[in-house]
């Protein structure tokens, strides 16, 4: 059992840059895989990016690839979030996942979820 809170979201105005961050208690962090995920209004959640649990391999959706980055802190038990050249269409509520095995593509899989962050991205 692992408890993820995330922080860091916010407003910001097209084209600027925000970082996210995900503190995990209650396991082993360097145990998990992690990841990211975001869910916009009326949308299903979709996957942003994932990380190895040493950090050393790094996977990112097509949308964001490019702009955004994730890492990890196994000393500090978090996970950053770092976005930029952020567009409206980034707009969302970001969610913070673990998994022992794997982070899938599908939200479904995913054993633990953080309570979500929101970013609002203006025009």
């Known amino acids: 059992q692992v408890q993820l809170v995330e922080s860091g979201g916010g407003l910001v105005q097209a084209g600027g840059s925000l970082r996210l961050s995900c503190a995990a208690s209650?396991?082993?962090?360097?145990?998990?895989?992690m990841g990211w995920f975001r869910q916009a209004p009326g949308k299903e959640r979709e996957f942003v990016a994932r990380i190895s649990r040493s950090g050393g391999i790094t996977s990112y959706s097509d949308s964001v690839k490019g702009r955004f980055a994730i890492s990890r802190d196994n000393a500090k038990n978090t996970m950053y979030l770092q976005m930029m050249n952020l567009k409206p269409e980034d707009t969302a509520v970001y969610y913070c996942?673990?998994?022992?095995?794997?982070?899938?593509?599908?939200?479904?899989?995913?054993?633990?979820w953080g309570q979500g962050t929101q970013v609002t991205v203006s025009s």
């Open positions: 209650g396991g082993t962090f360097s145990n998990y895989r």
């Open positions: 996942a673990a998994d022992i095995s794997s982070i899938s593509d599908n939200y479904r899989d995913i054993d633990y």
